[in-house]
């Protein structure tokens, strides 16, 4: 069993940034691939970002690549977003996800296994 607790989210002006953070009560936190996803009023959960095992790895959604970082230290079993450039459309609810499904990337909501409870992003204009 994983636990997953998203922390950082909040509320910023269009151009600015923020950094999500996800800490994992998990045994061997290396076991898992891990994701950031977002869920915006009335819309469906989309995919944002995608890190491997180790970290070598990762791929984000055209919406949010060269703006938004995805990285992870495993030593600390946490998993982070860091959100530059935010843009109103940004905003949603934040959550991050672990995966053991094989594969270069993984973007599916359904192979992801353990969720977080989220975090709100709210961006001005």
């Known amino acids: 069993q994983v636990q997953l607790v998203e922390s950082g989210g909040g509320l910023v002006q269009s151009g600015g940034s923020l950094s999500l953070s996800c800490a994992a009560s998990v045994r061997t936190f290396s076991n898992y691939a891990m994701g950031w996803f977002r869920q915006a009023p009335g819309k469906e959960r989309e995919f944002v970002a995608y890190i491997s095992k180790s970290g070598a790895r990762t791929y984000y959604s055209d919406s949010v690549k060269g703006r938004f970082t995805i990285s992870r230290d495993n030593a600390k079993k946490t998993v982070y977003l860091q959100m530059n450039s935010l843009k109103t459309e940004d905003t949603a609810v934040y959550y991050c996800?672990?995966?053991?499904?094989?594969?270069?990337?993984?973007?599916?909501?359904?192979?992801?296994?353990?969720w977080g409870q989220g975090t709100q992003v709210t961006v001005s204009s």
């Open positions: 996800a672990a995966t053991t499904s094989p594969g270069t990337v993984v973007r599916a909501i359904d192979d992801y296994i353990y």
